[in-house]
């Protein structure tokens, strides 16, 4: 195992694997993935595939997220789509954020931390097709997608979550 400081992240088990362990842990009907809340800040939302008009135009969006997760890159902005996998308990260290898992690509899931303090919780239900707009980061997970709220300072524009044809932000 190379563990050079140099790198940009520490070495990646074989895709395959990655994919294996993911939809392993996708089948585990009240497993809930130990996740570092230092590590959560975004959110989610929507409503079912076929009642979705971003489904398909999606697509290549979900296609940047898997494109950043296999280059092991963050700090991508980005929108995607997704059916709502797991609903987790609300992280209420810190800054609150709604977390919830959500399968981008068959076996490919990723976290979406929704900060609560700064934008209206999103009423969600497992199965749910949902789009969504933050901040990528990598992890050996499949990644998060934090930042689905508007910028308090006006910065930048921010992301959102929408949920059954509402926008949160």
């Known amino acids: 195992m190379n563990l050079d400081p140099s790198l940009p992240h520490p070495p990646r088990p074989h895709l395959a694997y990655c994919l294996l362990v993911l939809t392993l842990a996708a089948c585990l009907p009240e497993a809930e993935p130990a996740w570092d809340p230092s590590t959560t800040k975004a959110t989610i939302g929507a409503s079912t595939p076929e009642a979705s008009p971003t489904r398909s135009a999606n697509g290549h969006a979900n296609q940047a997220i898997l494109d950043a997760w296999a280059a092991g890159r ?59 707009r933050g901040e990528y980061e990598w992890n050996d997970r499949g990644g998060v997608v934090h930042w689905t709220h508007h910028d308090p300072r ?12 509402e926008r949160y932000r």
């Open 74 to 132: 963050s700090d991508v902005w980005l929108e995607g789509s997704g059916e709502v996998v797991r609903l987790l308990r609300d992280d209420l260290e810190g800054s609150r954020h709604q977390r919830l898992i959500v399968e981008v690509a068959e076996g490919h899931t990723i976290l979406v931390s929704h900060n609560i303090d700064l934008a209206p919780k999103v009423p969600l239900r497992q199965g749910q097709w949902i789009t969504f």
């Open 154 to 165: 006006g910065r930048r524009e921010g992301g959102w979550i929408e949920s059954d044809g």
